[in-house]
């Protein structure tokens, strides 16, 4: 071969070898590309998979949430703050897709209302503490197992054992239930608040009236035959045969509220008509409650002012006006079908934090042992007048025989008023009052 044919011979295999490892090196380069490719893509497959599944368990949470609904009663003056009550307790519970529905009814006419179709009644209702007997005896209330130590723990052992019956928790406290004076401080000192004789006795001027009071509710009327040592249905309110409203010291005090009712400087309180006469400087004081404290404050405004109740003078004695006393509970209806969450509700409603809310919008009184003792609670001349007076209360008899009470007292304040009693008629007014009481019973 020449030299010519060696040469290119060589020049064509070392262009062969060159092209040659150019092309391993090529398959080596895509196979590490093509390697490093199906990690990535497997990775982010992967991410896209997590991400499904975090958005299939969000549906399937959503999918889960309970539909139910809960009718919710209370007051007309509470009706704004339920309503942002509920609208908490539903973001709070994202378990329940909640429906709400709302009642007014008092606290008062709660029993009554439950009881005529319990099936249509509200899942959670607010009432005062003496119907508790008679709705469990009723079976209406459903037995409190939701959160019952913290609550016991929470709130005052008065308020619990109201709420309880034979050892059951049957409803969640919220507030003190009863009453005591407002008055205009521009009209009467505060040594003068102390005695209703001394209020009485004061020229306020012309077209003023003294003092206020609904003789014709057997609520505020009990007071008066309570601080001359009557009693309803015995010492501890648990004799249901015994009503001493008609002993002497009954018609001692009858004698008196004739005469307070016919004196022209008294005032027979009537549709809330104790807020015009307070708001146009025409009424020195009248008995409420801490319900409505906003209302009284703002037709008062700068006279303001609140204190216990004062004391009546009888036969030469002055004796403190006792009232009943009783609280506000929160139950739930034995023939809810949302047990569990109608539980949690009442609970959220009267824990702490409402519990302080309603005392910020509506100045209520807290059951709540920690509010009760805040400063910014105690500085409250509601709150600061209801705390005084619990200590010359009556405790509510819970007893059912407790609601054979009400109509006769009103019927008996109503004459009382009319004038139809008359100090030649009180013995047998009262016999006629007691036995009105005691007949219902048997």
């Not at 949470?61 to 009706?79: D, F, H, M, S, Y």
């Not at 009814?105 to 005529?116: M, R």
């Not at 003068?192 to 509710?217: C, P, W």
Request: net charge negative; proline share 4%.
């Amino acid at each position: 071969m020449s030299k010519t044919k060696k040469l290119i011979t060589l020049l064509v295999l070392t262009v062969m070898v060159i092209a040659s490892l150019a092309a391993c090196k090529k398959d080596d380069a895509e196979n590490v590309s093509g390697s490093g490719g199906e990690t990535n893509t497997t990775v982010q497959n992967k991410d896209e998979e997590k991400s499904v599944d975090q958005k299939e368990e969000e549906k399937k949470e959503t999918a889960e949430a309970e539909n139910i609904t809960l009718k919710v009663w209370g007051p007309q003056e509470e009706q704004e703050l339920l309503r942002q009550m509920t609208e908490a307790f539903a973001k709070a519970h994202p378990e329940y897709n909640i429906t709400w529905e709302y009642g007014v009814v008092p606290e008062s006419d709660a029993a009554t209302e439950v009881t005529k179709d319990p099936e249509a009644a509200a899942d959670v209702f607010a009432f005062a503490s003496d119907q508790t007997v008679s709705l469990v005896e009723a079976g209406l209330l459903y037995p409190i197992t939701y959160n019952v130590d913290a609550v016991k723990a929470a709130n005052s052992e008065a308020s619990i054992q109201s709420a309880t019956v034979d050892g059951q928790l049957y409803a969640y406290p919220f507030t003190p239930n009863s009453w005591f004076m407002y008055y205009d401080k521009s009209k009467y000192t505060e040594e003068e608040v102390l005695s209703l004789d001394t209020m009485m006795a004061k020229d306020l001027g012309e077209g003023v009236k003294n003092f206020s009071v609904d003789i014709n509710n057997g609520w505020y009327l009990s007071a008066f035959y309570f601080a001359a040592g009557c009693t309803l249905f015995g010492e501890d309110g648990k004799d249901p045969n015994t009503v001493t409203f008609n002993n002497e010291n009954g018609v001692e005090v009858t004698k008196y509220l004739i005469n307070l009712v016919s004196n022209p400087k008294f005032l027979e309180e009537d549709q809330g008509n104790i807020l015009n006469e307070f708001a146009n400087g025409t009424l020195g004081a009248a008995c409420s409650g801490t319900w409505n404290a906003q209302n009284i404050k703002e037709a008062l405004g700068d006279n303001y002012a609140a204190t216990k109740l004062p004391t009546i003078r009888i036969n030469g004695q002055d004796l403190q006006l006792k009232n009943f006393a009783d609280f506000k509970l929160i139950g739930v209806n034995s023939q809810t079908k949302y047990p569990l969450a109608a539980m949690q509700l009442a609970e959220f409603l009267t824990n702490e934090e409402n519990q302080k809310l309603r005392f910020e919008v509506r100045s209520i009184a807290p059951t709540n042992i920690n509010l009760a003792n805040d400063p910014e609670v105690l500085e409250n001349p509601a709150v600061a007048a209801l705390t005084l007076q619990t200590q010359y209360s009556t405790v509510q008899s819970s007893i059912p025989q407790m609601g054979n009470y009400w109509s006769p007292a009103e019927a008996f304040g109503n004459e009382i008023i009319n004038g139809t009693i008359t100090e030649d008629n009180i013995q047998e007014k009262l016999d006629t009052f007691v036995e009105s009481i005691l007949s219902s019973i048997n």
